[in-house]
């Protein structure tokens, strides 16, 4: 079974964390709601977190519930790296993983679990998600403001939430207070913890390859007015060295950026581009088919107007071998 594990592709993963009531749960299920045709692996404390409607469950017991619609659901009752390692050698795998943190607990505990070389490469952290209630965030005090700090000091992405119950001269210091204890961590205002899901992950399928014209086709549809996306591509080799920098300053304004790399330092395989926040990975793929055309694709998202394509363009450009 390990062995199986090892040859087979790295699922992604994505932490949610937040204070208790700061709508983690609701976020949960908005993305159980609106995943489309992603199959997703939840680990969850409890099961009676996740909002399932009892028609799609196709068989239970009590660590794994296992639903129609190619999703799975596992309980943290033996242990991450034993619901996780569970996730890994299953027949039909899931695209995602999403862990689901306590609300009393701090995220990067569990991201340290994944920091285990073998674990990394199988499944490696795609980003930190915290969400908090914009309503009592700066009202905490004491123990339970110093948690609710440290969840919001590892996020990639923290999601303000409950920002209809507030006023705009309250969500001005809430984001002061983000800033504060994370100057580099994306910001999104929401309400009901909806955000569309691109931001984050796929909402169509787990294929790697699939990501430009198909990917804008497929998603672009679900963004809401205020995201935006774009996509670059190129037949000419690209120069890893010349390329992290680029990526590296684009990653302070766009919030996710993903793709296939057709990179001269490693010539013989596609490389797999995520970024979430300025949460990078780069995993090396499948090999080039004999007869393939090898194309650098990359599929970048942000906040309508930050997208700057003729600048993007040329950054990219100039990091070909």
Known sequence: MIEKIMNSKPIPVTILSGFLGAG?????????????????????????????DADLVKAKDETVMQLENGCICC?????????????????????????????????????????????????????????IDAENILGLEGSMLELATQQVLVADIVLVNKTDLVTEQHLKKVHQWCHQHNAVAKRLDVKFAEIDLPIIFDETTGTELNIAEDYVEANVGHLKHNFETYSYETDKQLSMQKLYPVLERLSLDIYRMKGILNIEERQDRQCVFQCTGQRATVVVGDEWENNEQRLTRLVFIAPKGILERETISLLLDKTLA
Do not use: C
């Open 75 to 131: 309980s943290l009752a033996e242990g991450l790296i034993v619901a996780v390692m569970r996730v890994l050698a299953m027949e039909n795998r899931p695209d995602h993983i999403i862990v689901e943190t306590s609300g009393i607990s701090e995220p990067i505990d569990v991201a340290r679990k994944f920091n285990d070389p073998e674990l990394k490469q199988l499944a490696p952290i795609n980003a930190i998600v915290t969400t």
């Open 24 to 52: 983690k749960t609701t976020l949960l299920n908005h993305v159980m709601t609106k995943k489309g045709n992603l199959n997703l692996a939840v680990i969850v404390n409890d099961f009676g977190s996740v909002n399932i």
